[in-house]
């Protein structure tokens, strides 16, 4: 499984950006995708998950309200729509996609999208 994302760039606080993300590969048994995010000097940390059969999503705490996760399962595609974005937000920005394969769980990740919020 390959992940690709895009989207990130240089925004206002208050702005709005979409990060989309691309799955292509052996893409059958994918249970649930998701975005992370990893800020300088800090651990990534989680931002939101999507079931891909189901669509139940969780949040962090953090960008509840703020964030909605989607998912398009026909182009293998996945969205994030961050909304009033504060300096906090700042990081960079992973996909990442948990595929179960004959009982094998096995994790995947993008590259990474940079997030940049000017106050």
């Known amino acids: 499984v390959q992940l690709v994302e895009s989207g990130g760039g240089l925004v206002q606080a208050g702005d709005s950006l979409r990060l989309s993300c691309a799955a292509s590969?052996?893409?059958?048994?994918?249970?649930?995708m998701g975005w992370y995010r990893q800020a300088p000097g800090k651990k990534r940390e989680l931002v939101a998950t999507?079931?891909?059969?189901?669509?139940?999503?969780n949040y962090a705490d953090s960008v509840k309200g703020r964030f909605t996760v989607s998912r398009d399962n026909t182009n293998d595609t996945m969205t994030l729509h961050m909304g009033s974005l504060t300096p906090e937000d700042t990081a960079v920005y992973y996909c990442?996609?948990?595929?179960?394969?004959?009982?094998?769980?096995?994790?995947?990740w993008g590259q990474g999208t940079q997030v940049t919020v000017s106050s």
């Open positions: 999507i079931i891909r059969l189901g669509g139940a999503t």
């Open positions: 990442y996609a948990l595929q179960i394969d004959d009982g094998v769980p096995r994790t995947y």
């Open positions: 590969g052996s893409t059958n048994g994918i249970r649930t």
